[in-house]
């Protein structure tokens, strides 16, 4: 009875052994595997998230073409407009689903206290903090880069029948033109970084109708508050430093009138999705579950 055990315990022993051996490096990327694994498959088997990825490509390309649909050039008149940003007037409005989307896939969670299991299988938290924006980022990536190419493509052939035409000194949008692929690149990335903004906000206040209503409050208030700063100064500098500065990327006409250049406004989205996460993941790691 006592070789099993001993054998047993050195089994174990030497697993352990082996285990503790292995490569920081190595047994970091082991968890996030593990984390996405697990992380994939909560989403995959609940509807929820499929169908806000699908409302992410139906609401922009709905949008989008409506905007486009209202803009006409008649006959006879000097027409600017921005052809690229009308075309990509959705996202403004396809933003709101990606924070949903964002949302519900980190406080859905708490609500149902799946947070706890998700723990006690994976403790290290920030592999699975890790794992939510890697996975849920590249799902935002890829709806909005397929309804972003819808956009571009909608607006390119409903515009051109309203009279934004070459022959009248309009080129048509093309994603061969640099300020356009800039533009419809950049809104791809814009709705990637609101998903990572909406991550950290989720997983710092754990409630969803809070956080939809926190990120909401962030896209769509604190812009219409910053309108009403009656000194120019303040209000060019509040235009800055908003979320939305990140919507600059998709301006390709006009750009010295812009209050922050379309790359500089995207970084300002960045660094509003980098403290987000940062704070979330201190959060995170320093609360119970």
């Known amino acids: 009875m006592n070789a099993p055990t001993g054998t047993t315990e050195a089994a174990a022993s030497s697993g352990h052994q082996a285990e503790a051996s292995e490569p920081p490096v190595r047994a970091g990327v082991g968890t996030l595997t593990r984390a996405l694994r697990a992380e994939w498959t909560k989403l995959r088997t609940t509807a929820g998230p499929a169908w806000l990825l699908a409302g992410v490509i139906a609401l922009t390309a709905g949008v989008s073409a409506a905007v486009a649909a209202a803009s006409r050039c008649p006959a006879g008149t000097t027409c600017q407009i921005d052809l690229a940003k009308t075309s990509l007037a959705g996202v403004q409005v396809g933003q709101a689903v990606v924070a949903t989307l964002a949302v519900l896939a980190v406080s859905t969670e708490y609500s149902t206290q799946l947070i706890k299991a998700t723990l006690a299988a994976m403790p ?59 533009a419809a690149c950049g809104s791809v990335l814009y709705l990637e970084l609101i998903a990572l903004l909406s991550i950290g906000i989720a997983v710092l206040v754990r409630d969803s109708a809070v956080s939809i209503g926190a ?50 406004g995207l970084g300002v989205l960045a660094l509003w999705s980098l403290a987000a996460l940062l704070a979330g993941g201190l959060g995170f790691r320093m609360r119970d579950a």
């Open 215 to 264: 990120v909401l409050a962030v896209l769509y208030v604190f812009p219409i508050v910053t309108s009403f700063v009656q000194n120019p100064t303040w209000q060019h500098r509040l235009q800055r430093y908003t979320p939305m500065a990140g919507l600059n990327i998709q301006a390709t006409t006009q750009l010295h009138s812009l209050p922050i250049t379309p790359w500089g």
């Open 124 to 182: 290290r938290r920030i592999a699975v903090l890790g794992a939510k924006a890697l996975l849920i980022g590249s799902l935002v990536l890829l709806a909005g880069a397929v309804a972003v190419g819808v956009c571009i493509l909608v607006g390119r052939v409903i515009l051109a029948g309203h009279g934004f035409t070459a022959a009248r000194g309009i080129p048509a949008l093309s994603l061969t033109d640099g300020p356009v692929l800039r």
